[in-house]
T-cell receptor, first 113, second 113 residues
Framework: ELKVEQNPLFLSMQEGKNYTIYCNYSTTSDRLYWYRQDPGKSLESLFVLLSNGAVKQEGRLMASLDTKARLSTLHITAAVHDLSATYFCAVEPSGAGSYQLTFGKGTKLSVIP | KAGVTQTPRYLIKTRGQQVTLSCSPISGHRSVSWYQQTPGQGLQFLFEYFSETQRNKGNFPGRFSGRQFSNSRSEMNVSTLELGDSALYLC????????????FGPGTRLTVT
């Protein structure tokens, strides 16, 4: 059974600081996704990482994937209040043959002015 | 381009009743996946349909079922509702093939009393 673990689950950080969210998964994976969810809202796609060593950046967020270590990171640079949300990583296991994502429990990020 | 739409957005039902939720994917998308989100269990995969065929099913009882129509619209049905079925039900659509992005709808908030 595929397990996806995120840490930390809660993160309170000051504006302007940097931090990293970690996502570990237990079996080989075809694809890894990062999503953002604002309270009461749906999921917004941030990144899809397809291969070992993949790195993607959008604004203050950068995601990377190490398939050998079964680890993905979401790095936040110079945080701003607008980044406050819950961030989920999700993994599609190898050979699933369909869009079947296993999600981590999410990291609730609060950026304090 | 219109996004994923889900109807209804909010629903209150009584234990023992059944409910049908609807999802209209982005135009041209052939894959629709359903997820259940609860505070306790997080985001869990229910099932995925592609070109009217269920390709995968998550670990949910048989009370949860779904289908997809020829226009890619999908419905999910929950029979004999239980209190624990109260959740946000999200559907996601994807074009399929080499396109890996999944776009989530706004969700249906189901409350079972």
């Amino acid at each position: 059974e595929l397990k996806v673990e995120q840490n930390p689950l809660f993160l309170s950080m000051q504006e302007g600081k940097n931090y990293t969210i970690y996502c570990n998964y237990s079996t080989t994976s075809d694809r890894l996704y990062w999503y953002r969810q604002d309270p009461g809202k749906s999921l917004e796609s941030l990144f899809v990482l397809l291969s070992n060593g993949a790195v993607k950046q959008e604004g203050r967020l950068m995601a990377s994937l190490d398939t050998k270590a079964r680890l993905s990171t979401l790095h936040i640079t110079a945080a701003v209040h607008d980044l406050s949300a819950t961030y989920f990583c999700a993994v599609e296991p190898s050979g699933a043959g369909s869009y079947q994502l296993t999600f981590g429990k999410g990291t609730k990020l609060s950026v304090i002015p | 381009k219109a996004g994923v739409t889900q109807t209804p957005r909010y629903l209150i039902k009584t234990r023992g009743q059944q409910v049908t939720l609807s999802c209209s994917p982005i135009s041209g998308h052939r894959s629709v996946s359903w997820y259940q989100q609860t505070p306790g269990q997080g985001l869990q995969f229910l099932f995925e349909y592609f070109s009217e065929t269920q390709r995968n099913k998550g670990n949910f009882p048989g009370r949860f079922s779904g289908r997809q129509f020829s226009n890619s619209r999908s419905e999910m049905n929950v029979s004999t509702l239980e209190l624990g079925d109260s959740a946000l039900y999200l559907c996601a659509s994807s074009f399929g093939g080499s396109s890996y992005e999944q776009y989530f709808g706004p969700g249906t908030r189901l409350t079972v009393t």
